[in-house]
């Protein structure tokens, strides 16, 4: 048995060093967790602080839900892709159900409950006994659960109940209500694969399928239960994520799939099905934790910061594999003997002596190593896939260098849980100030309140920040912007005409602004009528995608009005000759290749924002706040319609 591998020659290995030898190798991922641990501690001196421990408990939280169910899956040989969808329906559902619909609060979690279970034996359904490969199975529900989540909300946010925001809140000041949901759902899950038939049959069907039908158990039945609780988790994720954030958003947890599996993969699962534990799942959340963590407060160039974690996931799990080929002992399947548990409590008492003297050795390592007075600033941005944002960074980082200031920036991805966690980094590090750009006005809300209570300056920039202190917002008017562009297009049209609107991403405030400004100028004009809306996500490719399919029904528009410029030149593409002849296009946000573009005559405006501006005066108004000096509450960056007739003197 290769379980004997390493158990043949005892003296071999010198005693205990030899013991610990093993079962550092026995448990991999707890090897990797512990020398992220190390690194991290030596390299960052905010890191092993108590409040910054609590930080990743709370990021590692939702992960960590969704992968425990996911373990469940991939233990009997199947996948999810589904559970990040599910988990924004489900909080969609709640939020909508106790505010818009006006149910009891406690009817409304049941409900949201219901409807990750219901997703998930329709996965079952599907996969059991209408022999659809998991793969596709829960594709289609992550596109179905996504799209459902979209509708309910119609795109935006929905504020929380706030007897369930509370799940986001601390016991006692200090212990994260997500981190105890963490524990108890990781219990859970280690009951139910270690103590249940059910969580036997898992390992059984994940090891052999046939044979587990053969030997008599319902495999049809027994993958309804399993993809069931993967649903059921994933809501749980989902509520617990919505009241962090304060509301439910129906572009959450994008991409937390892949998260989820990683950790259940890093933990010492196999992709084959058969083994995994629910403290590995855990570990494995916990890694990626660290890793963004220590990455955030390190200030990582956010772009890095994927690169990293993607090669730190392909060792960690090659060396899980070099560990099994070694003889390691392999966590199988849930009837593992006294003696293993023994071992494995053991594991657990080594590794928390070896946390304790990493916290002792870092501790005397970072005393009274105190830097110099260079300002910290934190930049959280959200998204840099976008040459607005780009400006805004760079703007600020010049501004930063000119005064002296060290910055850190931070990429979003548009995902206002990941900016959360980015800032709540900023909060557990040394920094003087923050600079936020929200992805959602009422989601960066909680985080920036923990900076209020610290007493952190923030600054907003671009779009403001609700239920929450902010030293100053820095920003141009977006519904200012959408009335100008309106005015801009329907002058050009003399009046009338037929005209299209790429919106941008649905849910963020940018595109509900602009669009909202847009229709209230458009008021004005009642000869120029709207044939289509289409949302395009503040993207060029999907612009030219969504403006090549439009013009198949429309062909003969005369104007098109896109929520930021990327769009606008992907309907340019799509327009061809027709683009400043016989179509009217209007972009707006002013980045570069917007300006060109109405250089060259094929984009007739771009409602112009200034970037770089809002960078800079962002970054003077984050130092002059943490200096304790007067700042101006709201900042106006004037915005201005670029025209062929002006661009030359326009600077952006």
Partial sequence: MATDTLKSKPGAQGGATGGLRRLLLDNGALTALIVLVIAMSALSGDFLTADNLLN?????????????????????????????????LSATVLAWSATEAGMPVAL???????????????????????????????????????????????????AFP??????????????PVPVLVMIVMGLITAFVLGRTYIGRSMYAIGGNEEAARLSGLRVKRQKLAIYAFSGLFAAAAGIVLASRLASAQPQAAQGYELDAIAAVVIGGASLAGGTGKASGTLIGALILAVLRNGLNLLSVSAFWQQVVIGVVIALAVLFDTLRRKAGATTPAAGASGGGNRGKQAL??????????????????????????????????????????????????????????????????????????????????????????????????????RSANKDGIPVIAVDRGVNKAETSALVASDNVEGGELGAKALAEKLGGKGTIVILQGQAGTSASRERGAGFA???????????????????????????????????????GVFAEN????????????????????????????????????????????????E???????????????????????????????????GFEG
């Fill in 56 to 88: 990743v408990g709370v990021q590692a939280a939702v992960t960590a839900i969704l992968a425990f169910g996911v373990t469940f899956v991939i233990v009997s040989a199947g996948i999810d892709l589904s559970v990040g969808s599910v988990a924004a």
């Fill in 108 to 158: 409304a979690v049941l409900l949201s409950v219901a409807t990750g279970i219901a997703c998930g034996l329709v996965n079952g359904f599907l996969i059991s006994y209408g022999k659809l490969p998991p793969f596709i199975a829960t594709l289609a529900m992550l596109s179905v659960g996504r799209g459902l989540s979209l509708v309910i909300s119609q795109g935006s946010p929905i």
């Fill in 162 to 175: 706030d007897s369930v925001s509370h799940l986001g809140d601390t016991l006692g000041g200090w212990l």
């Fill in 347 to 448: 594991t657990y008492v080594i590794a928390a002596v070896v946390a304790v003297a990493v916290v002792g050795a870092t501790s005397l390592l970072h005393n009274g190593s105190s830097g110099g007075k260079t300002q910290k600033i934190g930049l959280s941005l959200s998204t840099l896939n976008n040459p607005f944002f780009v400006q805004i960074r760079n703007g600020a980082e010049e501004e930063a260098k000119k005064l002296g200031v060290d910055l850190t920036v931070t990429d979003a991805q548009n995902d206002a849980s990941q900016q959360a966690n980015q800032l709540q980094n900023f909060v557990s590090g040394s920094l003087s100030a923050v600079i936020v750009n929200p992805v959602d006005s009422d989601a960066a809300g909680p985080s920036v």
């Fill in 520 to 558: 209230a100028g458009l008021k004005e004009y009642p000869g120029i009528k709207v044939v289509a809306k289409q949302p395009a996500d503040f993207d060029r490719t999907k612009g030219l995608d969504v403006m090549t399919n439009l013009l198949q029904a429309h062909p003969d528009i005369d």
């Fill in 565 to 612: 410029d990327e769009m606008a030149l992907g309907a340019i593409k799509a327009l061809g000759s027709k683009a400043g002849k016989s179509v009217q296009v209007v972009g707006f946000d002013g980045t570069p290749d917007g300006l060109k573009a109405v250089e060259a005559g094929t984009l007739y405006a771009s409602v112009a924002q200034q970037p770089k």
């Fill in 614 to 648: 809002l960078g800079r005066i962002a970054v003077q108004n984050a130092l002059r706040a943490a200096e304790d000096k007067k700042v101006e509450q709201t900042v106006k960056v004037p915005v201005k319609v670029v025209t062929k007739e002006n661009v030359a």
